[in-house]
């Protein structure tokens, strides 16, 4: 079983899946492309222990941590979207079916819940007219919340710990008898800030209609992966409480971040690399962002290359997972 965001359903990386203009499309923006995807393909060519593995793959772009384990969720692709929007789907776990015959369930989630999204662009408008080394969006969050958010970074921290630990225990509760096995999130910002360029929008900038080009400081970019590597954090400390397996995607990735050039980054910039299928433009809360010079609107999601790399070390941990303990060295 897979279950998680966007980070998971490959959102713009292949082709979607369910294909376009299908009967089954959900709006979760699953594609062929995608970290369990790939998993179930490698495992399908070489089984674990001679054992054929059937993957189930239910994870959903914009997913909060709740909307894994208990709530409903209400997707939200731009892709072919219903003029009335898409309807509401259940739980992950509840569509998985996850049951005592579940061998194992893979979950990568946790950015929605902060939300990392709107994090993002709070700290892109904070740094209009700021100089490179300030921190207005660090500042504003750590005292408390900006642009209307009653929470502090801290507080969000605190739910976010809450809301996982619900959500493992929602899982096993399902499913009593499977390796649960949760994935971390990959490096989005580079060691040196300073290397990031202000005005690339394929790097941390973006162009927003009746605004122009707008950027994150030097100084947030830093804070910014500072948030990535607490969230990070959180989940494998949960995870380790639980019991669990955590694969970490943020080491490996190191220095394949959103600011690297095109061939090197593991993860796109605001504007980036996707199918054809994907949109230029955007609509990001009450702003309209626009992607120029073919770029789409790929807010700093993995990338072919970024799935290829989760793809390796969740297989690693699936097959770990389904070999006979008896059989381990």
Same mark, same amino acid.
């Given at each position: 079983?897979?279950?998680g965001?966007?980070?998971t359903?490959?959102?713009?990386?292949?082709?979607?899946?369910?294909?376009?203009?299908?009967?089954?499309?959900?709006?979760?923006?699953?594609?062929?492309?995608?970290?369990?995807?790939?998993?179930?393909?490698?495992?399908?060519?070489?089984?674990?222990?001679?054992?054929?593995?059937?993957?189930?793959?239910?994870?959903?772009? $914009?997913?909060?941590?709740?909307?894994?384990?208990?709530?409903r969720?209400?997707?939200?692709?731009?892709?072919?979207?219903?003029?009335?929007?898409?309807?509401?789907?259940?739980?992950?776990?509840?569509?998985?079916?996850?049951?005592?015959?579940?061998?194992?369930?893979?979950?990568?989630?946790?950015?929605?819940?902060?939300?990392?999204?709107?994090?993002?662009?709070?700290?892109?408008?904070?740094?209009?007219?700021?100089?490179?080394?300030?921190?207005?969006?660090?500042?504003?969050?750590?005292? $408390?919340?900006?642009?209307?958010?009653?929470?502090?970074?801290?507080?969000?921290?605190?739910?976010?710990?809450?809301?996982?630990?619900?959500?493992?225990?929602?899982?096993?509760?399902?499913?009593?008898?499977?390796?649960?096995?949760?994935?971390?999130?990959?490096?989005?910002?580079?060691a040196?800030?300073?290397?990031?360029?202000?005005?690339?929008?394929?790097?941390?900038a973006?162009?927003?209609?009746?605004?122009?080009?707008?950027?994150?400081?030097?100084?947030?970019?830093?804070?910014?992966?500072?948030?990535?590597t607490?969230?990070?954090?959180?989940?494998?400390?949960?995870?380790?409480?639980?019991?669990?397996?955590?694969?970490?995607?943020?080491?490996?990735?190191? $220095?394949?971040?959103?600011?690297?050039?095109?061939?090197?980054?593991?993860?796109?910039?605001v504007?980036?690399?996707?199918?054809?299928?994907?949109?230029?433009?955007?609509?990001?809360?009450?702003?309209?962002?626009?992607?120029?010079?073919?770029?789409?609107?790929?807010?700093?999601?993995?990338?072919?290359?970024?799935?290829?790399?989760?793809a390796?070390?969740?297989?690693?941990?699936?097959?770990?997972?389904?070999?006979?303990?008896?059989?381990?060295?």
């Amino acid at each position: 079983m897979a279950l998680g965001d966007s980070y998971t359903a490959g959102v713009f990386v292949g082709e979607p899946s369910p294909p376009l203009g299908g009967p089954d499309r959900d709006g979760c923006d699953r594609t062929t492309g995608s970290y369990p995807n790939l998993v179930e393909r490698r495992l399908a060519a070489t089984p674990p222990s001679g054992r054929a593995v059937a993957l189930i793959d239910v994870s959903c772009g $914009g997913a909060t941590v709740p909307e894994i384990g208990s709530a409903r969720q209400t997707p939200i692709s731009p892709v072919q979207s219903p003029v009335d929007g898409w309807p509401s789907v259940a739980s992950q776990v509840d569509r998985a079916g996850l049951s005592t015959s579940t061998d194992v369930a893979t979950i990568g989630v946790g950015g929605n819940s902060l939300p990392f999204g709107k994090i993002l662009t709070s700290c892109l408008l904070a740094g209009i007219g700021q100089p490179d080394e300030a921190t207005p969006c660090r500042d504003a969050y750590e005292a $408390g919340g900006p642009f209307l958010d009653p929470e502090s970074i801290y507080d969000k921290y605190d739910r976010v710990t809450r809301e996982y630990a619900r959500m493992l225990r929602a899982v096993h509760e399902k499913a009593p008898n499977a390796k649960v096995i949760t994935v971390g999130y990959p490096t989005i910002a580079p060691a040196d800030p300073t290397t990031c360029d202000r005005q690339d929008t394929t790097e941390l900038a973006a162009d927003i209609s009746g605004v122009g080009r707008i950027s994150a400081t030097h100084g947030d970019i830093a804070w910014l992966g500072e948030v990535n590597t607490h969230l990070n954090a959180i989940i494998e400390a949960i995870t380790e409480l639980s019991d669990d397996t955590y694969v970490d995607t943020a080491t490996s990735s190191v $220095g394949h971040d959103a600011c690297q050039p095109r061939a090197t980054k593991w993860v796109e910039g605001v504007c980036g690399e996707a199918g054809p299928y994907w949109p230029n433009e955007l609509a990001v809360g009450p702003l309209a962002l626009t992607c120029s010079g073919g770029n789409r609107a790929t807010l700093v999601h993995p990338n072919a290359a970024g799935h290829a790399n989760t793809a390796t070390q969740v297989e690693a941990a699936v097959r770990t997972a389904l070999t006979p303990e008896t059989s381990q060295s």
